[in-house]
């Protein structure tokens, strides 16, 4: 398999301080080189998850920031990264690949953004019954690869539900992800690309379910 290279994490540090345009365009070259390596692991990741899930497409981040509405105005990420998403609308879920040194490099699966009639259904089947959920979240397979589910969280219930239902935890859920850091030993290695496809491998019991759910209405009727 292909590796992420070491002058990636090492581009990586210097435009932590020299973030500026003036520095970047004299780099620009190096830059992409490095980013071309980078980007056959993550195409090597693609196809092993091709060999067990439908990908629908992928893709890498630009390494150019959207400064429109932020109030760090420095033009560049201090990252790589690339997502991968699955085939709608029968599957759900995505997978998303962050590359950063000093031990910050780490994948994350789930659901970051659902709309709210996602949420509404996702939360209707958890206030009738979270048997099932429960399982998959306390799986060893699932704890062995991955943190706990989080997400951003509201405060009170939301609208329509009790706030003292035993499943309040999962229902204030906003979004559904799951997170894994990886040390900069790991990421340089030959094996990475395959040890992140062991991972995202692990979430397909959560994601299988939540595909379900989201395809058919709480009698089990498909919508799709």
Not at 92 to 107: C, L, N, V, W
Not at 204 to 218: H, K
Request: proline share 4%.
């Amino acid at each position: 398999m292909s590796k992420i290279p070491q002058e990636a994490f090492d581009f990586l540090r210097e435009i932590r301080v020299n973030n500026n345009r003036e520095w970047f365009e004299k780099h620009k070259l190096t830059y992409k080189a490095l980013a071309t390596e980078v980007k056959q692991v993550f195409a090597e990741i693609a196809d092993l998850l091709g060999q067990h899930d439908d990908i629908e497409k992928w893709r890498m981040y630009r390494i150019y920031r959207d400064l429109r509405f932020s109030k760090d105005k420095t033009p560049y990420k201090r990252y790589i990264a690339a997502e991968y998403m699955r085939r709608k609308p029968t599957l759900r879920g995505g997978y998303y690949i962050h590359i950063e040194p000093d031990d910050q490099s780490f994948i994350e699966v789930g659901f970051w953004n659902p709309n709210s009639s996602d949420l509404k259904r996702v939360r209707k089947e958890w206030e009738t019954s979270s048997n099932e959920i429960r399982d998959i979240l306390s799986d060893k397979e699932l704890e062995n690869h991955w943190d706990k589910i989080f997400g951003e969280i509201l405060i009170n219930a939301p609208s329509g539900f009790n706030n003292q239902h035993p499943d309040i935890d999962l229902i204030n859920l906003k979004q559904w992800r799951f997170c894994h850091y990886f040390t900069d030993e790991e990421v340089l290695s030959e094996h990475f690309a395959t040890q992140v496809d062991e991972y995202f491998q692990s979430i397909r019991p959560f994601f299988d379910y939540m595909s379900d759910i989201l395809t058919t209405d709480l009698n089990g009727v498909s919508l799709i």
